[in-house]
């Protein structure tokens, strides 16, 4: 029987893989626990998984050179994730040891948190509550009515085509850009990135994330806005220049903005932004439900069966290169 380390720490665990993912895991490895409170990295993760031939590892956990280069046993490590950036795959490979990830399991869940930011950004019915809960009497303000507003998306990916679907059921008018993928239902207008600056009243950020759309919401794509946009990130911290969004909120050009993600430690927003009362903020929460962390877990459950019955899992972004593979009868394409 294989022997994997679970990296989740006690705290970690219960949100984001479960009783039930690893009472399954269970059934294909014998798994060992992280035992201590802290996230492991290099050379202090190889030694807690040592003997070990898989990493099931969470989205904080990186796979460094170093780990990699001290973990002679390690076949494989597997990311309860979609996201792998901080997995230095080159590293990996070099090593033979096989990557895999998870498969997006939070569509729903990140397309809920998204039209929850899109309701309040329109109507700022978070900050009626604040002003309430603060002793004060608000005054209304003219909101904006999403059924006759037209939102942008800039990544048409499976979030993207999920809260297109949402947005039409709202009446909205619907503009994507995505220089990747072809926008095949009618309702929905496929336009450059510059069209859905110009003409959208929220901007939604689904892009992936690349070297070639690291700051693509820049100083000059916020002033190409409409003035009064309001802009939401659910993607990456590293697709928006935050200063820039800084900038843009002080001067007006943006009524708003909202965002699950950004440059801070795990990809959490900026304190300096998300402590502004003209922007909504969450601490990377919008894939956090049970449905959305047990999909992912259990990608990691069918991948470690699959190395268990010999064959190389779903999800490998590097199996020609794990050589060592072998090592647990598998063969290497």
């Known amino acids: 029987m294989l022997r994997v380390f679970l990296t989740h720490t006690p705290e970690m665990f219960v949100g984001y893989y479960g009783d039930r993912a690893l009472a399954a895991l269970r059934e294909h490895a014998e ?20 003997g070990c031939q898989a990493i099931v590892a969470d989205r904080s956990t ?51 948190v998204g039209l929850g930011f899109m309701v309040d950004l329109a109507r700022d019915l978070s900050g009626y509550s604040r002003a309430y809960r603060a002793g004060e009497e608000p005054v209304g303000r003219m909101g904006l009515q999403l059924s006759a507003a037209t939102l942008g998306i800039v990544g048409y ?30 309702r929905i207008t496929q336009v450059s990135f510059d069209a859905v600056l110009a003409e959208a009243d ?7 994330s690349v070297p070639e759309t690291r700051d693509l919401f820049n100083a000059d794509a916020f002033a190409r806005m409409k003035r009064g946009t309001r802009f939401i ?21 943006l009524a708003g903005a909202a965002m699950d993600v950004g440059r801070a430690p795990d990809q959490r927003p900026s304190a300096f932004l998300a402590r502004r009362p003209d922007v909504l903020a969450a601490p990377h929460i919008a894939g956090m439900t049970p449905e959305a962390m047990e999909h992912q877990a259990m ?35």
């Open 31 to 50: 798994v060992v626990r992280n035992p201590v409170s802290t996230v492991l990295t290099g050379a202090a993760l190889a030694e807690a998984a040592r």
């Open 62 to 112: 990186p796979g460094t050179p170093e780990t990699f280069a001290a973990a002679p046993d390690l076949v494989a490590f597997l990311r309860v994730a979609v996201d792998i950036s901080t997995i230095d795959v080159p590293a990996a490979s070099t090593a033979g040891v096989l990557v895999t990830r998870a498969t997006p399991g939070f569509v729903d869940s990140v397309t809920e």
């Open 157 to 186: 990916g499976r979030i993207g085509r999920r809260l297109a679907e949402v947005a039409l059921a709202l009446g909205m008018r619907v503009l994507v850009s995505d220089p990747h993928a072809t926008v095949e239902d009618p």
């Open 202 to 208: 929220i901007v939604v950020c689904l892009a992936i």
């Open 233 to 253: 990130n659910l993607s990456r911290g590293e697709l928006v220049d935050e200063h820039a969004l800084e900038a843009a909120l002080d001067s007006g050009q």
């Open 299 to 333: 990608d990691t459950v069918r991948q470690v069966a699959a190395l268990a019955r010999g064959e190389i899992p779903d999800n490998a972004v590097n199996a020609a290169a794990a050589h060592r593979l072998s090592r647990i009868g598998i063969p290497v394409p």
